[in-house]
């Protein structure tokens, strides 16, 4: 019950949860294969898991291009020679009202949190299946189990990542599936929230957080079970949340 040696590739992994999960797995001496949009700040992050004595490459990456996608999963067997796990955890979550008519914020939540985690799963699925083994784990949220004002469509973006992880677990026998669904954690989703009445009503549901070293965790215990044990889904909360 170990990750040490493990090739993991994070998407999304220039903040919050993603940053958290790629310190916690590479402290656990998996190799950590990290992609983001904002290379800068995966440079950042990989010069201190190196100084921690992790095992780290980047390459930027913007999860709604699938050719890129593709070579990102490309690029963790070049240089590791296997991947044994693919964290889908890129995401956005800008809220407004649906009278608001945000469409294009609509387009972009379905592209990255939708289409993103289906062109991860595209990418992967070949290279474990010859392996004959892997790991995929989905970032959905406590919005992919209910759903509240100002956050209708981010919540059914969530529930189909439930839906696809669910249905790629039913099809495959060698690869086990993962769902990891956040309660309100410390990240800069939130700031990606132009609406104003979704903004304010953002600011009393996110008034209790945990740190998103919390989520790292759960995907470390996720990924650490034995090879015939597949930890399904996991919620994880606040404490105090009463959401």
């Known amino acids: 019950m170990t990750i040490q040696g493990k090739v993991v590739a994070i998407t999304g992994a220039s903040s919050g949860i993603g940053e958290a999960t790629a310190h916690v797995l590479a402290k656990a001496r998996a190799h950590i294969v990290i992609g983001a949009r904002r290379i800068e700040r995966l440079e950042k992050l990989a010069e201190e ?4 004595g ?3 490459v980047t390459q930027k990456l913007d999860v709604t291009e699938r050719e890129q996608v593709k070579s990102f999963a490309d690029f963790a067997v070049s240089e590791f020679g296997r991947l044994d796990v693919m964290i889908n955890n890129a995401g956005v979550m800008p809220l407004s009202p649906l009278d608001a008519l945000l469409v294009d914020e609509w387009d972009h939540m379905v592209d990255v949190n939708i289409k993103g985690v289906l062109y991860g799963i595209a990418a992967v699925l070949p290279i ?9 784990i989905n970032i959905s949220s406590i919005g992919g189990h209910t759903v509240s004002p100002t956050a209708a469509v981010y919540c059914a973006t969530k529930f189909a990542v439930r839906a696809i992880s669910d249905g ?4 495959n026998d060698k690869i086990r599936v993962t769902t990891i669904s956040p309660g309100t954690t410390a990240s800069e989703l939130a700031d990606t929230i132009s609406d104003p009445v979704a903004r ?3 600011k009393g549901f996110r008034a209790v957080t945990i740190n998103p070293e919390a989520i790292a965790n759960s995907i470390l215990y996720a990924i650490s079970q034995p090879a015939d044990v597949d930890v399904s889904e996991i919620i994880i909360r606040p404490t ?4």
């Open 240 to 243: 105090a949340s009463p959401y």
């Open 200 to 202: 304010d009503t953002m």
């Open 128 to 136: 474990m299946k010859q392996q004959d083994s892997g790991q995929i």
């Open 49 to 52: 898991i190196a100084l921690e």
């Open 168 to 171: 790629l677990r039913q099809e």
């Open 54 to 56: 992790g095992s780290v």
